[in-house]
């Protein structure tokens, strides 16, 4: 039974494109999966709709999303964003415009405590210290006292770490966690949100472009092309042999660390032009339905 | 996104007509007062004093709007009025915009002392209340056509220089300018030629909002009785009339505050809708 | 640190800026026709009274000579006399004061809570119907200058429907106890809510009118800057945290989107108490403007001059209390 399960979710701009066609993935109870394409794919929007904060020019046109047992996109607009607060956080992508610039950081990772689970205001500051040094900050009590511009930006990606934590959610949504930050920082993010994640069994969508960043943290990965799922496999089996001839290619383009003599390869245009007929393939027949549908309607 | 962006042009439009056939309408009424006007503005007829508009029992015929304490026809003294109220709106609205968009220019795109100068002056201006250095300036002029004309130039042309002079150096900093210096002009050419084509559009929404600006100076200078002659007709004084007798005719106060107020609104929203209009963005 | 430097570097240009406002005071008066000395005599007074007093005057002196000598006075307290009271102006104005700072603050109170209301309704429901008449709204609000929204709400709030008072600042035939010319907090520190509520229902109306435009600019300026704010990275994290959309739009983005309006609101608070002039005529509330007007029709020359000079004096007060205010409330440069 998995935790969270995204089933043909479509979106698209208004009176625009597509962005998402029909995707489907699952994430079991403390599962790690990672989710990978290039930009542009629709990786981040898969991550914004669950956490139900899609940009306003976006909407869902079709598909479910299931948390903990319930369609997300079943209940009342406050009912489902209480759900979320309650279960799920999101790790974001840039540290520096992700904390409230004009709050200490305490109240930032104490507030959804008191205000949406109800705890006192003394737990909740003792959870928050306590999650602080689990991110080995030094001196949290002061750091609780800070604002956001006083810390660095690896501090303050800690931080939002910690505060994703903070209400043991059963899922995380990490987006892109890594890529705002120095090369150095990069890894021990990394590794944190790892360990993180293996002490409280957190179930976690990874969101990357990243596919060395996935052989590290990742069980299952789902590749994104062009908002389709191209490919669903396990770590090892897909780095051992990838199914799909564009996730080839993606693997193929990654550097390896092992070997950076190999040099980059492109992915070729032979093999991006296949999976484009297939979005194109898939859109006619999406059109067609839904002209069909209007016809007998009308 | 592209119906939004028409929706907000139609209304534009829309505002744009409207405030601009009010005020035709009162500039056609201005220059043909003599002839339209039923009754002339200054007679007097003690036995019909404060009669009530047409509608009401006890109204008078041929006084529509009805008349004020001293039995002069409102809508007469109205429709002279927007003489006076369009005269000083489009001579000291003129006179404000060349004479601050000329110093604006200046310090926008000469810099140096000129621009010192004149932003320590505007920075002066605006210690002092608008209003009261209006009325100040009235007390010290004497009263007249030309003292209000004088006094809102004195006062308003920071509003012009400001606007301008940020402007001017925004204009002055793009590649343009610099190419028309490499091109061999001289700096009055440059800011003439090039600068001033620039922030015309600018100096036009500026202008029209002025002329309401001074719609309303006017107003408050006879309201306070400093205007011109207390016996000719002023929309002000009309307003100063009606709020004294306010509980005996309202009448006296209403017509000429409705006559003020689309007046000011419609200059504003005229300015507002050739902002728009002039705004590249919406364009 | 930084604080300091900005209060000092403040200071100097207010000087400079008082300073001119002293200097074009002074010689826009001395340009009046007619010898304001002459005016101070009774009738029937001979050229050597007027010499005399001339030189009492230092008149007689050249301009500059004068210049120097009047502000001199000036920087001491000493605005001169009034011709038609024969009162000191500087006790005079003082005791006109608090009415007319009464009526700014609750018209800025009142304007504060109004465009605060447009700009927050407008954020929480954008994009409908509401919002648009909002904007519509604060349009026509922002068109209409300060006079003649007083006159609308004579008409609608004095005569149509009197609910409120329209002339005066409390009921002439009221006994009042007050000791400062602050009746408005002193009625409330007396706990006399009798006369608070007296006073408060003569202040609402040329406080409203005064209040109108200025509540237009605060709902204007603060929706765009919610709007800005809402698209930013930390408010949609709150919004994953499980907080209702009115919450993260008063608790996450205000703070942050009301910090640009607030130097603006500044200069527009300025503005407001500059309006106070033809407002307070127009309701005949005794406070400064209205006494600036009287001074104004029988001439009287020193008390005009220290009207001006006070408000001019409020004004650049305000802008200083505006950008100190601004570094306070600014973490970043609090801090740095």
Known sequence: MSFLSVRNLTLRLKNGPRLLRRVSLDVAPGEVRGLVGESGAGKSMIGKAILGILPGAVEIAEGEIWLDGTDLLSLPPTERRRRIGATAALIPQDPLTALNPSHRIGPQITDRLVHILGWSRTDATARALDLLAEVHIPDPERVMRNYPHELSGGMRQRILIASAFAAEPKLIVADEPTTALDVTVQKQILRLIAGMQARHQTALLFVTHDLGVVSKVCQRLTVLYSGMVVEDASVTDFFAAPRHAYSAALLAATPKYTDPAAGLLPVPETVTASVRAEVEAFDRAMDSAINERGLADG | ?283 | MQILRILLMRLTTTAITLLGVAIIVFFVIRVVPGNPVAMMLPPGATEDDIARLNALYGLDKSLVAQFGIWLSGVVQGDFGTSITSRQPVLGLVLGRLPATLELSIMALVIACLLGGAAALTGTRYRGTRTEAAIDVADGVALSVPDFLWGLVLILLFGVLVPIFHISGRVTPSLDLPFTTNFYLFESLLRLRLDLWADIVSHMFMPALALAIPLAAIIGQLLKQSLKETMNLDYVTLARTKGYGETRVILREALRNAALPTLTLVGVQFTFLIGGTVIIERLFSYEGLGNMAIDAVINRDLPLIQGIVILFAVIFTAVNLAVDLLYAVLNPRLRHA
């Open chain 2, 1 to 283: 996104m592209l119906d939004g962006r028409s929706m907000i042009r139609r209304r534009a439009g829309l505002r744009l007509w409207l405030s601009a056939g009010w005020l035709g309408l009162l500039l056609c009424l201005a220059l043909a007062a003599p002839w339209i006007a039923p009754k002339d503005p200054l007679a007097q007829d003690l036995f019909l004093g404060r009669m009530p508009p047409f509608w009401q029992a006890g109204a008078e015929p041929g006084y529509l709007l009805g008349t004020d304490s001293l039995g002069r026809d409102v809508l007469s003294r109205i429709i002279h009025g927007a003489r006076l109220a369009l005269l000083v709106a489009v001579v000291a609205g003129a006179a404000t915009c060349v004479i601050g968009a000329c110093l604006g220019l200046m310090a926008g795109f000469l810099r140096g002392w000129a621009d010192l100068v004149i932003s320590r002056m505007i920075d002066i201006w605006m210690a002092f209340p608008p209003v009261l250095f209006s009325i100040l300036l009235i007390a010290v002029l004497g009263p007249g056509l030309w003292s209000i004309i004088i006094a809102i130039v004195v006062i308003d042309w920071t509003r012009f220089a400001r606007v301008i002079r940020a402007e001017a150096m925004s204009q002055g900093a793009m590649d343009y300018v610099a190419s028309a210096h490499v091109a061999g002009r001289g700096r009055l050419g440059t800011m003439l030629r090039e600068i001033l084509p620039n922030v015309l559009p600018t100096i036009v929404v500026l202008l029209t909002l002025e002329m309401g600006i001074a719609v309303i100076v006017e107003a408050i200078l006879s309201f306070v009785n400093l205007s011109i002659s207390s016996d000719d007709p002023t929309w002000g004084g009309m307003i100063a009339e009606g709020r004294s007798s306010i509980h005996q005719a309202w009448w006296v106060l209403v017509f000429p505050l409705i006559t003020l107020f689309l007046t000011v609104l419609s200059f504003s929203q005229l300015g507002e809708g050739l902002k728009d209009r002039f705004d590249p963005v919406l364009r």
